[in-house]
Antibody, heavy 123, light 107 residues
Framework: QVHLVESGGGVVQPGRSLRLSCAAS????????MNWVRQAPGKGLEWLAF????????SYAESLQGRLTISRDRSENTLYLQINSLRPEDTAVYYC????????????????WGQGTRVTVSS | DIQMTQSPSTLSASVGDRVIITCRAS??????LAWYQQKPGKAPKLLIS???RLESEVPSRFSGSGSGTEFTLTISSLQPDDFATYYC?????????FGQGTKVEVK
C-alpha cells in the first residue's frame, strides 16, 4: 500500500528558509516521478515542482522558480522541497504526490497523496 | 505556463441531478487532462486521467470527455458523497497546472 508522509512544516518567519520532507513506502520509490503541491487556506491547488524517477529532470512552477529546490534520496525513500525567502503568501498545506505511472516525465497525473504538512509564514 | 479555467466556480445541485463541469485550457493539452475530487481537510483523489479514463474504484456515474482545449466532467446522477470540490489538471509538459476548482454544493 502506497504511503506518503510529509513533515517539516511549522511556523516560520518571513525571509527564512524551510525544507519539507516526504517519506515514501509501500512502492518502488525510484520508479516514480514525484511532485509537490500546495493549497493556501480556502484556496485551490497549486502545483509547485516535479522530479523524475531518477532525479535527472526537474521542473518548477514559473511563479516560484528560483525559490524552490526539489530533490530525492533513493537510499532513504524520501522526497524533499527546499523553499527559500519565505513570504506570508507561502502559508499553505504542502502535499507530496506520486505520478500515476512509472518512469514518466510528463503527461501523468497524481494517484497518491500524503496528508500534507502545514506551513505558516508569520513574524 | 498553460492556464486552466473551470466553470462554474460554484454549482448548486440536488441529489439525482446531472452535473457538468467545464475546463478550458489556454492552449492545447491533447488528452493530457485529469480530474480530481477534494473534500474539506483531505487530499485530492484522482477520478479521471487521460481526459476520459476512469480510475479504478471510481463510480461509473463519473465520466470525462474532451480534447485539445475543452473538457467536461459529468456526474450522471449526483449522490450525497459527491458534494465536494473538483479540479482539472493538465500535464502535457513538465508543468502540471490545476484549474481554480468547482465547488459542488447542496441546493
Amino acid at each position: 500500500q502506497v504511503h506518503l508522509v510529509e513533515s517539516g512544516g511549522g511556523v516560520v518567519q518571513p525571509g527564512r528558509s524551510l525544507r519539507l520532507s516526504c517519506a515514501a513506502s509501500g512502492f518502488s520509490f525510484d520508479s516514480y516521478g514525484m511532485n509537490w503541491v500546495r493549497q493556501a487556506p480556502g484556496k485551490g491547488l497549486e502545483w509547485l515542482a516535479f522530479i523524475s524517477f531518477d532525479g535527472s529532470d526537474r521542473s518548477y512552477a514559473e511563479s516560484l522558480q528560483g525559490r524552490l529546490t526539489i530533490s530525492r534520496d533513493r537510499s532513504e525513500n524520501t522526497l524533499y522541497l527546499q523553499i527559500n525567502s519565505l513570504r506570508p503568501e507561502d502559508t499553505a498545506v504542502y502535499y507530496c504526490a506520486r505520478d500515476l505511472r512509472r518512469y514518466s516525465a510528463y503527461g501523468v497525473p497524481f494517484d497518491s497523496w500524503g496528508q500534507g504538512t502545514r506551513v505558516t509564514v508569520s513574524s | 505556463d498553460i492556464q486552466m479555467t473551470q466553470s462554474p466556480s460554484t454549482l448548486s445541485a440536488s441529489v439525482g441531478d446531472r452535473v457538468i463541469i467545464t475546463c478550458r485550457a489556454s492552449q492545447t493539452v491533447g488528452t493530457y487532462l485529469a480530474w480530481y475530487q477534494q473534500k474539506p481537510g483531505k487530499a485530492p483523489k484522482l477520478l479521471i486521467s487521460d481526459a476520459s479514463r476512469l480510475e479504478s474504484e471510481v463510480p461509473s456515474r463519473f465520466s470525462g470527455s474532451g480534447s485539445g482545449t475543452e473538457f467536461t466532467l459529468t456526474i450522471s446522477s449526483l449522490q450525497p458523497d459527491d458534494f465536494a470540490t473538483y479540479y482539472c489538471q493538465e500535464s502535457i509538459r513538465y508543468s502540471r497546472t490545476f484549474g481554480q476548482g468547482t465547488k459542488v454544493e447542496v441546493k
